[in-house]
């Protein structure tokens, strides 16, 4: 094959678009030291690749694939996604804003006297069943 034109590779991939990004892709891997699959015979890497498509030494679709892999960015693991723990019902986060919490400071002697100012609950007959 002394000339690859796009008609000798269109019958291999349809889209002419996706022809010129998978050639492409493939005359990068060539110029980073992928081995070739067809003789150089002095052509570019560009024209290479075209040939190897051509010839179907190399997958579409495994260009394809290899080429989605290249310009992702992040891949995304499954994980399981973190149960959530409730808050403890100690009445922060129980409504609210919690930009507005208040928390109150007592010191042991009011505790003390508030303690002592209790009084307990009435027992009752229905209480002993």
Known sequence: MARVTVEDCIDKVD????????????????????QITVDRDNDKNPVVALREIADENVSPEDLKEDLIHSLQKYTEVDEPEPETVPLIASGVGSGGDDGDVMLDRMTEEELLAGLQGLVPPEHTDDDEG
């Open 15 to 34: 889209n002419r678009f996706e022809l010129v990004l998978l050639a492409a892709h493939r005359a990068r891997m060539i110029s980073s030291g992928a």
